[in-house]
């Protein structure tokens, strides 16, 4: 029993050594492909999206250019869980 034991920590070793490997191999922010999501500095412009509001209707943030606006984002408001 001891010795099943010592195993799982040489396992959650090997998983984050793993994820190391995989974050490592990933191409830095800057270098992303055109149409791919990118880190977003102070002082950059938003870029346009639509989503969907309370009432499930679209929402574009273009609708606001030129106004204050203010965006949260609620993950697990709609999920259902």
Not at 26 to 45: I, Q
Request: include cysteine.
């Amino acid at each position: 029993m001891q010795r099943r034991w010592a195993l799982v920590p040489l396992a959650a070793v090997l998983l984050l050594a793993g994820c190391q490997a995989i974050s490592a191999a990933a191409p830095p922010a800057g270098a992303a492909a055109a149409g791919t999501p990118r880190e977003l500095r102070v002082g950059d412009k938003a870029p346009d999206f639509t989503l969907l509001d309370q009432n499930r209707h679209p929402v574009t943030l273009s609708q606001f250019r030129g106004r204050p606006t203010q965006v949260a984002f609620y993950v697990w408001a709609f999920s259902g869980g």
